[in-house]
């Protein structure tokens, strides 16, 4: 399937490699400020986990989003991007003391924190530091999602945030401590949820959560709703921006902000999925007994999510318009789970080919191993080819 991609220049280059259309996600990013701005107090971060290719960054931070982090690495990739450490949160279960510390230098926006040994460790940190931190409590709202069990976050057995019935006496603590602010109250409950139904569940606890705090005389003055709208993995011609319209009109309706209210949204995957691709060489076709084999240079050390999660990637040949026949796609690393996809029909496949798997800018080339003493895929943006 020859058509969008720049194939005659890509026939010198070496593969595997990331190939991101900066078209597509500057035409997502528009549809993100487009839609975020038609209502009050609504603030997007960019979770940096999905994809920190350096030039990627660059053009989000362009777009005016902030960033959201979840390492002290991820916080100097997006201060060194350019985002504004005033834009910048940092969740995460796990804030070692240097990222905390780093934080505290950076003078970010705010701390989600995730348990009160946390707090303790930011609110002494601080003190060492004579400042004040910023903090958000990760509140486990006991809402499921309807995506892959893996990629769940706001079940009450999962390891992520605090429980409601703690929410309350933690904030009272941060309230007794001198060197911690609270801020907000911060949820995430997955990732790739395309069921607006599961945002509406969210709203309607937090809508309780915010009544129950307002019995007690505490205010919020952040809600920070995490992310997980997911794309359109089986079409990504023909749905290459999310429905950010249908996002933030769920939250417009269902949420019940407070006067002076900012609600914060940390999208990753919905930013840059379908704008990335990665492309492969084939190496060799190989017809079993009962199957045919395309067995191509890019493997599971490049995009892990078809072995991790069972995920599903649109594959196109974009070196041949031959009639379909039926491969597996499959990649040279020593494990059976090393398979990009079963039985997929495309254009007759030859060795050379340029193969392209779609929809893979997020948690694609930042997932990226070297197992098997492999080099780690190299990403392109469309101005560099």
Not at 38 to 49: D, F, L, M, N, P
Request: hydrophobic content about 40%; glycine content about 8%; proline content about 4%.
């Amino acid at each position: 399937m020859k058509g969008i991609f720049p194939t005659e220049r890509f026939k010198g280059m070496e593969t595997p490699f990331y190939y991101y259309d900066t078209q597509i996600l500057r035409t997502t990013l528009d549809s993100i400020n487009r839609e975020a701005g038609k209502h009050e107090g609504y603030c997007v971060h960019y979770a940096v986990k999905a994809n920190a290719n350096p030039k990627v960054l660059n053009i989000i931070c362009q777009a005016g989003l902030g960033a959201d982090c979840v390492s002290g690495g991820e916080i100097e990739a997006a201060v060194k991007a350019g985002f504004p450490a005033n834009k910048i949160v940092y969740a995460g279960v796990g804030k070692s003391d240097w990222e905390i510390n780093l934080g505290l230098e950076k003078d970010i926006f705010c701390f989600n924190v995730e348990s009160i040994p946390e707090l303790e460790v930011i609110n002494q940190l601080a003190a060492a530091k004579g400042k004040i931190a910023r903090v958000a409590f990760r509140i486990n709202p006991d809402v499921g999602a309807h995506t892959h069990a893996n990629i769940t976050t706001g079940l009450a057995e999962n390891k992520f945030g605090i429980a409601m019935g703690d929410m309350e006496s933690s904030i009272e603590k941060a309230a007794s401590m001198k060197n911690v602010k609270f801020v907000g109250l911060h949820f995430h409950i997955g990732s790739q949820i395309l069921d607006m139904g599961d945002f509406r569940t969210l709203c309607n606890r937090i809508n309780d959560l915010q009544i129950q705090l307002e019995r007690h005389h505490i205010k919020v003055e952040n809600i920070n709703v995490g992310g997980g709208l997911g794309i359109d993995y089986q079409h990504p011609n023909r749905v290459p921006v999310p429905d950010f319209k249908a996002y933030f009109d769920t939250y417009a309706r269902h949420l019940k902000l407070r006067p002076g209210q900012t609600l914060h949204f940390e999208l990753g995957r919905a930013v840059v999925a379908q704008m990335g691709t990665l492309i492969t060489r084939t190496l060799y076709v190989k017809k079993g007994a009962v199957k045919q084999f395309a067995i191509v240079d890019a493997g599971m050390t490049d995009l892990i999510r078809p072995a991790l999660y069972q995920a599903y990637h649109k594959i196109e040949n974009i070196s041949s318009d031959e009639p379909k026949e039926t491969y597996d796609v499959v990649g040279p690393i020593c494990e059976s789970s090393d398979v990009f996809v079963k039985a997929m029909d495309l254009n007759a496949i030859h060795r050379g080919d340029l193969l392209a798997i779609r929809s893979a800018g997020a948690y694609g080339e930042i997932m990226a191993s070297q197992y098997n003493c492999r080099k780690l895929p190299k990403g392109y943006i469309t101005e560099e080819l």
